[in-house]
């Protein structure tokens, strides 16, 4: 059964800092990888999705990596800014349907002016 | 195109009492998600439907808890005899087929007093 656990649940940086959020599973059988942010009392945006034949995806100053013999993606935020504040989720599908996630824990991202 | 609409954004409802959640996916998606955030946890899978069927409920509660996806209108889940415990952020997701990216709405807070 796939598990998918993110460390550290809480992170807190000054504006200007670059930074690595980390996620890990279990199962190295993934269909893809997928980075959503969540601001408070909102809903899930979308940030990046690595399938599993790619080793990174960028957008911006967001660097998404997968390395699935190791079970770990990582988040690369560069340069961050205080609008980066919010709850960093990775997840991952169930086999055969892409659509049932299995969400990590989550990291909760302060940048600080 | 709209994106995933959810309404009401905010429920409150005395223990007891039936919470009806609507989902409308975003124009020329057929496939719902439902997932459940309680407080202080991540994201759980509830039910996936497709117009007129569901098709996984792995993530259902076994009583109290149905959903569907009509020919016409939303996708409505649906909470008899709330309780406390039942208190969360359920979100829906959508998509045009089981292989393709999530989008998601921004949530129903359920609060059960």
């Known amino acids: 059964k796939q598990e998918v656990t993110q460390i550290p649940a809480a992170l807190s940086v000054p504006e200007g800092e670059n930074l690595v959020l980390n996620c890990s599973f279990t199962d190295s059988a993934i269909y893809n990888l997928q980075w959503f942010r969540q601001d408070p009392g909102k809903g899930l945006t979308s940030l990046l999705l690595?399938?599993?034949?790619?080793r990174e995806q960028t957008s911006g100053r967001l660097n998404a990596s997968l390395d699935k013999s190791s079970g770990r993606s990582t988040l690369y935020i560069a340069a961050s800014q205080p609008g980066d504040s919010a709850t960093y989720l990775c997840?991952?599908?169930?086999?055969?349907?892409?659509?049932?996630?299995?969400f990590g824990q989550g990291t909760t991202l302060q940048v600080k002016p | 195109n709209a994106g995933v609409m959810q309404n009401p954004r905010h429920l409150v409802r005395r223990r007891g009492q039936e919470a009806r959640l609507r989902c409308s996916p975003m124009?020329?998606?057929?496939?719902v998600y439902w997932y459940r955030q309680l407080p202080e946890e991540g994201l759980k899978f509830m039910v996936y439907l497709q117009k007129e069927n569901i098709i996984d409920e792995s993530g259902m509660p076994k009583e109290r808890f149905s959903a569907e996806f009509p020919k016409e209108g939303p996708s409505i889940l649906r909470i008899q005899q709330v309780v406390r415990g039942d208190s969360a952020a359920y979100f829906c997701?959508?998509?045009?087929?089981?292989?393709?990216?999530?989008?998601f709405g921004s949530g129903t807070q359920l609060s059960v007093l």
């Open positions: 124009k020329g998606h057929s496939h």
């Open positions: 997701a959508s998509s045009p087929t089981s292989l393709e990216k999530l989008f």
């Open positions: 690595i399938q599993s034949s790619q």
């Open positions: 997840a991952t599908p169930t086999p055969g349907n892409t659509g049932k996630l299995i």
